[in-house]
């Protein structure tokens, strides 16, 4: 019995691993230029997709575009609500201080968004 649930716990040694500030820094630091790069490319993308080359709706006219601002902007807010109802979890059940960094750091971005 007792090694049964030794396996399980050597099965979530990658989230503790991970979970650490050390190994999320190393990470990030290596994944940041990359991912802001995309980001920007896709931002950039997105808004003269939407607000340049969608046509204009039969009935609103032109006014309907605030719906490629607004939508995002909401779905941003609710998932970081969202990400707050998990991270709160991880870090009261398996205190990965991770979770508590992002935390504090997503309670912010949802309510300026909301």
Do not use: E
Not at 58 to 73: D, K, L, M
Not at 94 to 113: E, T, Y
Request: aromatic residues 12%.
């Amino acid at each position: 019995m007792k090694s049964n649930a030794m396996k399980s716990s050597i099965g979530w040694a990658w989230l503790h691993r991970l979970g650490s500030p050390k190994a999320f820094y190393r990470i990030s630091a290596r994944l940041l230029p990359w991912l802001s790069v995309a980001a920007c490319v896709l931002l950039g993308i997105g808004m003269v997709w939407g607000l340049a080359f969608a046509p204009p709706d039969y009935q609103q006219g032109n006014s309907f575009r605030i719906i490629y601002i607004h939508v995002p902007a909401a779905m941003l807010a609710q998932s970081c609500y969202v990400m707050l109802a998990v991270c709160g979890v991880v870090g009261l059940v398996w205190k990965i201080k991770l979770a508590d960094i992002a935390l504090h750091c997503a309670a912010p971005i949802g309510a300026w968004m909301t």
